[in-house]
């Protein structure tokens, strides 16, 4: 007979961004909460996805950094010799210390109980428990008034001959090699393959991309695609866009990938392949059916607007729960869902202004409608894009790769979505959420204050070419 263990508010299962802001939420609150987690503590974010990546990146473009200082009278250009596995071990020591600081630590200050094991839904839909199979080879069962999946996702690759078995990298796996590859295919040209492309290039890796769609980024804006792929051109990155993968092969030597696009095969040969086709929720394990909780197309939990399953008891936010897949809102989704849950407030969240970074350099940044979004909004829009070549912080940076792009509703100039590529597009992009939020026009936006020699000024100017020609306005004319 198997002991139930009750008095629980709610159990949580996972232990990333969204199962930490659920437990933060309800313990709060003063209520007892439950945490489980299969494997390393912390989530994606910290472990291996936002943290380890971008502390990569920085490396790497400050070694591009030196190796373009040339772009400046008077500076020469220098090669830094890279380590690659001092790089993987100061990575791995950065994400040890967060891990602690931000997770490990946090749960035993804030007081809930952290459970190491394998956990799956039992009982009925109008009784749900949950059974840990903890890693001693004992099982504890336990029944709360709530539940929260918050499991989140793993890489996918897609059923392309000869891929399954021949141990190829993911976004993953490519951060925990120890030697720096000589060649690299990374199939998958949206963010994640994005950012990997140009990380592995700029340390010292021959990089081809393969996207399946006919440019890169293909969901930002075309003028945004084609400039990041002037820019790989530019760092000798080879893009193959429109090209589907039909067949991988490995031998002693390394991978040959074969790709097609219209009719034409392409053969290509690396000693490394990385999959970059992006993420799916993580549910395998879970019984859900046993519960009631539904799932779709893609493997994600089905919720409502309030986070909640098809189980009146189960909630889930984060990856697992479909979304949009950055951190920001799986912590948002789980704070939500945990005061949902607890005291019923039926609270939802607004997405009309997210926002969203490719950590690219220069990096790409949007929030809002792009311009063929509004139109099948049946919205008529107005738009504008500044090249970089008109922004004196870009100018004096001696680098004017990139724009701005605003997208306004025809008549009344509302403001509808922006879209930059550039160096500190991330930091430009959050004035652009707060503009969206508030409502402003770009009437408003022209005429708002703006410090000079920044690159959140190029939000400002945008906004005035709807009325003037910047090219003939002095510096700082407001």
């Known amino acids: 007979m198997t002991w139930t263990e009750s008095g629980i508010d709610l159990a949580v299962i996972g232990s990333g961004s969204a199962a930490f802001a659920a437990a933060i939420a309800a313990t709060n609150q003063g209520r007892r909460v439950v945490m489980v987690e299969r494997g390393t503590t912390g989530g994606t974010c910290v472990n291996v ?60 200050d804030y007081g809930w109980e952290n459970v190491h094991g394998i956990a799956a839904f039992t009982g009925t839909t109008d009784a749900p428990l949950l059974d840990i199979a903890l890693g001693d080879g004992g099982c504890r069962r336990i029944e709360a008034a709530h539940y929260l999946i918050a499991t989140g996702s793993a890489p996918w690759a897609p059923p392309v001959d000869g891929l399954k078995g021949t141990g190829y990298l993911t976004s993953t796996t490519a951060m925990e090699l120890d030697t720096l590859p000589e060649s690299m295919v990374v199939v998958g040209g949206n963010a994640v393959g994005l950012e990997q492309a140009q990380l592995f290039a700029r340390l010292g890796t021959r990089v081809s991309v393969i996207e399946a769609l006919d440019r890169l980024a293909p969901s930002e804006e075309p003028e945004v695609s084609a400039a990041i792929e002037e820019v790989f051109a530019d760092e000798g990155i080879t893009v193959h866009t429109g090209a589907a993968l039909t067949a991988v092969r490995r031998d002693q030597h390394g991978y ?66 479909g979304g949009p897949q950055f951190v920001y809102v799986a912590a948002a989704q789980g704070t939500l869902a945990a005061d949902n849950a607890l005291t019923g407030t039926e609270r939802t969240l607004d997405y009309t202004a997210l926002p969203r970074v490719t950590f690219t350099s220069p990096a790409i940044a949007a929030v809002g409608m792009t311009d063929a979004e509004s139109a099948e909004a049946g919205i008529r829009c107005d738009c504008r894009a500044l090249p970089l070549e008109f922004v004196p912080r870009a100018l004096a940076n001696r ?53 000079y020699l920044t690159m959140a000024e190029a939000l400002k100017l945008t906004a005035q070419t709807f009325t003037a020609d910047v090219a003939r306005l002095s510096c700082c004319a407001g």
């Open 49 to 108: 996805g936002c943290v380890p990546s971008k502390a990569l990146l920085a490396a790497a473009e400050t070694r591009h950094t030196a190796a373009a200082a040339g772009r400046f009278p008077g500076l020469a250009p220098a090669d830094a010799p890279v380590d690659f596995g001092a790089l993987i071990c100061g990575k791995d020591a950065l994400v040890a210390q967060l891990r602690t600081e931000k997770y490990t630590d946090l749960a035993a």
């Open 399 to 451: 680098d004017t790769r990139g724009l701005v792009k605003l997208v306004a509703e025809a008549g009344t100039g509302r403001v509808l979505g922006v879209h930059v590529i550039a160096d500190g597009a991330g930091d430009l992009i959050t004035a652009a959420t707060y503009a969206i939020s508030a409502g402003m026009t770009v009437d408003q936006l022209a005429h708002t204050w703006a410090p």
């Open 256 to 321: 040959t990938v074969t790709a097609r696009r219209d009719g034409a095969r392409t053969e290509l040969r690396a000693e490394q392949l990385l999959i970059a086709t992006g993420r799916r929720p993580v549910t395998e394990g879970l019984n859900l059916d046993a519960v009631g909780v539904k799932t779709g197309i893609r493997g994600e939990v089905v919720v409502d607007e309030y986070q909640r399953t098809t189980n009146e008891r189960i909630w889930a936010a984060g990856d697992v729960a």
